[in-house]
């Protein structure tokens, strides 16, 4: 058999399998050092932040978001919630971008200035 067809995809003792290390997706750090990757090269390519507002399929709801910050996994989860606090509110982050309920763009421009990041408004 060749090494292609008998690479384990699940397990049912320990759940999805990683197709590169071979260990199970709860042991597995490629899906990190991928991340990690793409979010420098990212930051390379494009040194800015991007603070906007949406409401658009939030049900009129305004979010503020921040966008192209050069940080992955639990770096990002980190900044998040330090800058929720600084809001006082709730948010999340999704596929990379930071979702903060409510509009605080001019403090989360402040805030991340202060942390040495250069900074655009987008939106209205």
Request: aromatic share 4%; glycine share 12%.
């Amino acid at each position: 058999m060749s090494r292609d067809t008998d690479r384990t995809v699940y397990s049912s003792e320990q759940g999805r399998m990683c197709p590169r290390c071979r260990k199970p997706h709860s042991r597995c750090k490629c899906g990190e050092k991928i991340a990690a990757r793409a979010a420098a090269i990212d930051a390379s390519r494009n040194p800015f932040v991007y603070v906007g507002r949406e409401s658009k399929g939030r049900k009129g709801k305004t979010v503020t978001t921040v966008e192209g910050l050069p940080l992955a996994g639990d770096e990002l989860k980190q900044l998040s919630g330090e800058l929720k606090r600084r809001c006082g509110t709730g948010g999340a982050v999704k596929d990379g971008v930071v979702e903060i309920q409510g509009d605080h763009r001019d403090v989360l421009v402040a805030e991340l200035e202060s942390r040495g990041y250069k900074v655009k408004r987008r939106g209205g």
